[in-house]
T-cell receptor
Framework: SQQGEEDPQALSIQEGENATMNCSYKTSINNLQWYRQNSGRGLVHLIL?????REKHSGRLRVTLDTSKKSSSLLITASRAADTASYFCATDPLTQGGSEKLVFGKGTKLTVNP | DGGITQSPKYLFRKEGQNVTLSCEQNLNHDAMYWYRQDPGQGLRLIYYSQIVNDFQKGDIAEGYSVSREKKESFPLTVTSAQKNPTAFYLC????????????FGDGTRLSIL
């Protein structure tokens, strides 16, 4: 079952512009994570935001979380060609006894043109 | 360097054949996971294991089997019962607890001959 839905499915921008990707989910969560996947490679963890946090920064990344709307956004500022990748959100569902697994969305494919 | 290694990178399966994908980690992680990724799709969980000698089915376990005899290793067998096995298979590991960030291998691409 896929809980997260990223929007847009694909995004093409010029180098130096900002890129914003959104993730919506269905059930209450403990935390939400963002991952990056370069073509043909495994995923790399970028950032984790807990359900009691509203915003988090890591370098050029800014993540927001709105639990009332069940949504999150990932902002990449001053994008570079090397940021070209697919970006996935993953949720840790709030379940009795604790969840043992993440639920991944379908991803946003970002292309940054030089 | 600590990491997670998947092999082989490419694998071809004949009709009626079982094939095994290898996943080894030296991160001292308790939990390990297998995902399937189809083109343009997200990750779907096949099996996961939180501790040695124990594992649970994920969302799409039919046609697959796993074992967890060692902490470092979590091989996945794609059986002949899996009628559409062509996909990119990703293995991941983490500290125990579903909320922990997962570390991924670089995947095995399985195709049908």
């Amino acid at each position: 079952s896929q809980q997260g839905e990223e929007d847009p499915q694909a995004l093409s921008i010029q180098e130096g512009e900002n890129a914003t990707m959104n993730c919506s989910y269905k059930t209450s969560i403990n935390n939400l994570q963002w991952y990056r996947q370069n073509s043909g490679r495994g995923l790399v963890h970028l950032i984790l935001i807990r359900s009691n946090e509203r915003e988090k920064h890591s370098g050029r990344l800014r993540v927001t979380l709105d639990t009332s709307k069940k949504s999150s956004s990932l902002l990449i500022t001053a994008s570079r060609a090397a940021d070209t990748a697919s970006y996935f959100c993953a949720t840790d569902p709030l379940t009795q006894g604790g969840s043992e697994k993440l639920v991944f969305g379908k991803g946003t494919k970002l292309t940054v043109n030089p | 360097d600590g990491g997670i290694t998947q092999s082989p990178k490419y694998l071809f399966r004949k009709e009626g054949q079982n094939v095994t994908l290898s996943c080894e980690q030296n991160l001292n992680h308790d939990a390990m996971y297998w995902y399937r990724q189809d083109p343009g799709q997200g990750l779907r969980l096949i099996y996961y294991s939180q501790i040695v000698n124990d594992f649970q089915k994920g969302d799409i376990a039919e046609g697959y089997s796993v074992s967890r005899e060692k902490k470092e290793s979590f091989p996945l067998t794609v059986t002949s019962a899996q009628k559409n096995p062509t996909a990119f298979y990703l293995c991941a590991s983490s500290m125990r607890g579903g909320w922990r960030p997962q570390h991924f291998g670089d995947g095995t691409r399985l195709s049908i001959l």
